[in-house]
Nanobody
Framework: EVQLVESGGDRVQPGGSLRLSCAAS????????MGWVRQAPGKGLEWVSG????????EYADSVKGRFTISRDNAKNTLYLQMNSLKPEDSAVYHC?????????????????WGQGTQVTVSS
């Protein structure tokens, strides 16, 4: 069974940084595009970023472009999200998500499997 376990979420002040990690198992990690999706209380899922199977192509939502960086280490079956210049509106549960495609896809539709998430709270 596909397992996606996120870690690294924390409380941080505005302008701070966090690095999220996602440990993947139960499938051939290097064969699939991956992504990050977030959800704040009372809101729907918001796609944040995606990366193709080889880590050579990335896409970002406009709201995080220039501040967040997605990466992956296929040898370690791990996905990362480096978050800099954090804003209060970034507060959410961040989910690691698996695509059934090889190439990166914007939006949540192709990311149908995700982990339980890790909480990020940006507050002074």
């Amino acid at each position: 069974e596909v397992q996606l376990v996120e870690s690294g979420g924390d409380r941080v002040q505005p302008g701070g940084s966090l690095r999220l990690s996602c440990a993947a198992s139960g499938f051939t990690f290097s064969n699939y595009a991956m992504g990050w999706v977030r959800q704040a209380p009372g809101k729907g899922l918001e796609w944040v970023s995606g990366i193709n199977d080889r880590g050579t192509s990335t896409e970002y939502a406009d709201s995080v472009k220039g501040r967040f960086t997605i990466s992956r280490d296929n040898a370690k079956n791990t996905l990362y999200l480096q978050m800099n210049s954090l804003k209060p509106e970034d507060s959410a549960v961040y989910h690691c998500a698996k695509s059934h495609l090889v190439e990166v896809t914007a939006g949540v539709s192709q990311y149908e499997v995700w982990g339980q998430g890790t909480q990020v709270t940006v507050s002074s």
